[in-house]
């Protein structure tokens, strides 16, 4: 029997908070879900938070030290992974001018300041997101130079924080193997494939088969779909030899009009493995095999 770990995408940033009640946006709510995605099988938490009066995507640093604050006092003790997403946005101003951009949806920071929650709070891993790309409709595009993720791969490495590569597309996969090529990422490396979000890799099985068979064999995968093929990826992840994301991050629905909670996710994705005669790891077992630094 195979061994797989889940990983829980509890919030994000996107526009979901108006489309479902049951996603959490203040810190207490991220927490709570966090430990009840823990207790349900997740081995990885990973956390975006939010402003707790609007639900709007937020960078503030003490919101994310209470809910790992919590999560760490709580009865459970998955692996706590951060975004480092946050600060790489750009939307241009329109069609006609692009310039100057778009005061809405525009937060564009440095590699140190998109590292100040991190560096604070310490998590075992964080994330980078190894490219840019188009990102769903509109004028927004998801903005990360090579220079400034050379730089957020070095300050994290000297932090002794885990990265989790996020790769988008296949050219994310190329950048993110010269970043462990120079020396910025060191072993066991772990990469996220994130299937499905518009103009990134389709989530179809011939380009996602084309991604997996490009990572390299020491290298440690996961991947998932947005929406609702985010099920049918536990599947998939699991076979292809990789580990599985669920959350509503990704996804809000657990059947067809049934809005889900990260924990219903979470214990579909136990059932869909274990009936697959997978084993579910431990956060513990997480912590061997990807030699993670608790700091909390």
């Not at 599985?244 to 991050?249: D, F, N, S, Y």
Request: hydrophobic share 40%; glycine share 8%.
């Amino acid at each position: 029997m195979s061994s797989v770990f889940i990983t829980c995408a509890v919030t994000g940033s996107g526009d979901t908070v108006g489309k479902s009640d049951r996603v959490p946006y203040t810190p207490e709510a991220i927490a709570d879900d966090c430990i009840a995605a823990a207790k349900a099988g997740a081995a990885v938490v990973h956390i975006h938070v939010r402003d707790p009066e609007t639900g709007a995507p937020s960078r503030e640093v003490e919101y994310y030290a209470e809910v790992v604050d919590r999560i760490r006092a709580s009865d459970v003790d998955p692996v706590i992974n951060l975004t480092a997403g946050m600060g790489g946005d750009v939307t241009f101003g329109s069609v006609e001018s692009p310039l100057p951009l778009a005061e809405a949806g525009t937060d564009m920071v440095g590699a140190s300041e998109r590292l100040d929650h991190v560096r604070k709070i310490l998590p075992e891993i964080c994330t980078i997101d190894c490219g840019s790309m188009n990102f769903g409709e509109g004028d927004y595009v998801m903005t990360n130079t090579p220079s400034i993720l050379a730089e957020m791969a070095r300050q994290i490495q000297e932090l002794g924080v885990r990265p989790e590569i996020e790769v988008f597309d296949t050219g994310h996969l190329w950048q993110a193997k010269s970043l462990v090529e120079q020396g910025l990422i060191a072993d066991p490396v772990m990469v996220q494939l994130c299937m499905g979000i518009p103009w990134g890799a389709p989530p179809d099985l011939n380009t996602f088969m084309a991604m997996v068979n490009n990572i390299p064999e020491n290298w440690t995968f996961s991947a998932f779909s947005i929406g609702r093929k985010q099920l049918e990826y536990v599947a998939l992840a699991a076979i292809a030899g990789g580990n599985v994301r669920v959350g509503l991050e990704d996804n809000l629905y657990l059947d067809r009009g049934q809005l889900a909670t990260n924990r219903d996710l979470v214990e579909r994705a136990v059932d869909i493995l274990s009936s697959m005669n997978f084993d579910i790891m431990t956060s513990a077992e997480v912590r061997e095999k990807m030699q993670l630094t608790s700091h909390g």
